[in-house]
């Protein structure tokens, strides 16, 4: 596994070890995605059954789109089934959702560059799952997205929650558990959307979590896109109904992350 050190992969680890698999996931100072010989070496020696390629950078297009296909020809040439994550940021927000037949249409770099890398592994490893997911939270409130909120509260930052950003915010340990689901089932191929099935605006999900925090959530400071000026996607959902048909299911946010009841 690659990102085995992030909030993703750290859930996948540990996932995995309670599953009873044995998980390989070599620290980038171990083995760049980049460096296609290191790559290859390392899968030469593990001969890994699957391979779950979770490493990005956001702002890093070799390691975005390099790093993908560097990967897929690796998984290919081993016969390692791939998992491949990718993101709800390929769109460009519409009121319908997106399902997987959709083509990207992204608006910003990092978008563009998460669909050269589907296309790349597509292209070099055609057996791939490619897992689309939106933004993930955690249940002990570690995820970016929840860390955001607190600072903000603890006026450590200063940012407002649009409340015309729609996503389908997902627990992680959820995609964590589709991604060993589908290491383990290679009849799945190509995108996949693994996301919850409630739409929810940055805005209530921040003040879901100021909430969840046992703080006020009317402190949460909130604005729109259309008000900031910012060139983003506003409406972004993805169907996960295809998702569903094989018994991969998400939780709602409700459900992810319930309120603590009043003393």
Known sequence: MTGGAGLLGRHVVAMAAVAGWDVVHPASVEMDVVDAGAVTRHVELVQPAAIAHLA???DDEQVIVDGSAITAEAAAAS??????LSTDALFAGRPEPYTEDD??????DYGRWKAMAEREVMDRCPGAVMIRTSLMYAGDG???CQLDVRRVLDGEADMRFFTDEVRCFTRVDDVAAAVLHLAGDPSVLGPLHVVAPDPVDRAAFAR???TWLGRDPTAVPTGSIAASGLDRPGHVVLDPTRAATLGITCRTLAAGLPIPPSP
Do not use: I
Request: proline share 14%.
């Open 103 to 108: 083509h990207p249409t992204p608006v910003h």
């Open 208 to 210: 879901h979590v100021a």
């Open 56 to 58: 990005y950078r956001k």
């Open 142 to 144: 570690s995820a970016p």
């Open 79 to 84: 016969g390692a089934r791939l998992v491949h």
